[in-house]
C-alpha cells in the first residue's frame, strides 16, 4: 500500500513514509464546506476541561500505552460543533488534532501526526479503504527523499510504517494510519509526508468506528 511518513533517518531505519497531493485552500472555501470552521478554536479548554469518557477498549488501550510509551493524551469525548454530522472525521492541522464525531455536538479526539510544510492538504475526502496489517510499498516521493527502501515491506512487520491499521482515503496515496515504534514520538508535530499517522492504539480504535464512505474535512 502505498503511503508516506517519517523523518529520512527514520523511514531508512523503521521503515516510513506517507505522501500527500499539497493543495491550499483559502478560508472562504473552507468556510462554504462547512460553516463555523471557526469554532474548532474553542475547543482547547473544553477538551482540557471535559470529563474522561474514555473510548472503547479503554483499559486496553490504557495497557498498551504504559508498555509502549505516550507523549499525548488519551483519546477521550469532547463537545464540538453541532453543524458536523455524526460518523465524519476533521482532521486540524494546526492542534495535530483527529475528531471523530459521535453524536449531535460531540466527538472523540485523538492525537496525530500530520503532514510537514509543503506537504500537508485540506478539503474534502472520503475513506475508500480498510486495510488490516498493510503492506506497504514506498511511493514515489518517498523514494526521491530516502535511498536505500525495499520495494515492499510486509503488513505486520515492525518496520511497516503503516502500523496494524490504514484507512486509505479516494487522494493520491495519502491514508490514516498507525506507525512504527520509533516513530510514535512524532505524534503531535508535523512530520509525515502527507498522511495523518496515529498511535497504533488508536487507529485500531477508530478503524473500528469508521466504515468505507466516512467522510474527511482537513482544516488548518
Same mark, same amino acid.
Do not use: Q
Given at each position: 500500500m502505498p503511503g508516506h511518513e517519517g523523518t529520512e533517518q527514520d523511514i531508512l531505519n523503521q521503515g516510513g513514509a506517507d505522501a500527500p497531493q499539497a493543495q491550499v485552500f483559502s478560508r472562504r472555501d473552507l468556510l462554504a464546506w462547512s460553516a463555523g470552521i471557526g469554532g474548532l478554536a474553542a475547543l482547547a479548554p473544553l477538551?482540557?476541561?471535559a470529563?474522561?469518557?474514555?473510548?472503547?477498549?479503554?483499559?486496553?488501550?490504557a495497557a498498551a500505552a504504559r508498555q509502549n510509551g505516550r507523549a499525548q493524551p488519551m483519546p477521550h469525548e469532547i463537545a464540538f460543533p453541532a453543524q458536523y454530522q455524526p460518523g465524519t472525521i476533521i482532521v486540524s492541522l494546526g492542534r495535530r488534532r483527529l475528531f471523530l464525531t459521535s453524536g449531535p455536538g460531540r466527538a472523540i479526539v485523538y492525537p496525530v501526526a500530520v503532514g510537514k510544510a509543503g506537504r500537508s492538504w485540506q478539503g474534502w475526502a472520503r475513506v475508500d479503504g480498510k486495510h488490516v496489517n498493510p503492506a506497504w510499498s514506498p511511493p514515489a516521493v518517498v523514494r526521491a527523499s530516502v535511498r536505500g527502501?525495499?520495494? *515492499?515491506?510486509?503488513? #505486520?512487520?515492525?518496520?511497516?510504517?503503516?502500523?496494524?491499521?490504514?484507512?486509505t482515503l479516494d487522494r493520491h496515496? *495519502?491514508?490514516?494510519? #498507525?506507525?512504527?515504534?520509533?516513530?510514535?514520538r512524532s505524534i503531535g508535530s508535523?512530520?509525515?509526508?502527507?498522511? *495523518?499517522?496515529?498511535?497504533?492504539?488508536d487507529i485500531v480504535d477508530l478503524f473500528d468506528r469508521v466504515r468505507v464512505g466516512t467522510p474527511v474535512l482537513s482544516i488548518a
Open positions: 477538551e482540557a476541561a470529563a474522561p469518557h474514555r473510548y472503547r477498549n479503554a483499559r486496553a488501550s527502501l525495499p520495494d *515492499i515491506i510486509p503488513g #505486520g512487520a515492525p518496520n511497516n510504517p503503516m502500523g496494524p491499521r490504514a484507512l496515496e *495519502i491514508a490514516i494510519h #498507525g506507525t512504527t515504534r520509533s516513530m510514535r508535523a512530520a509525515s509526508f502527507g498522511c *495523518i499517522r496515529m498511535y497504533n492504539e
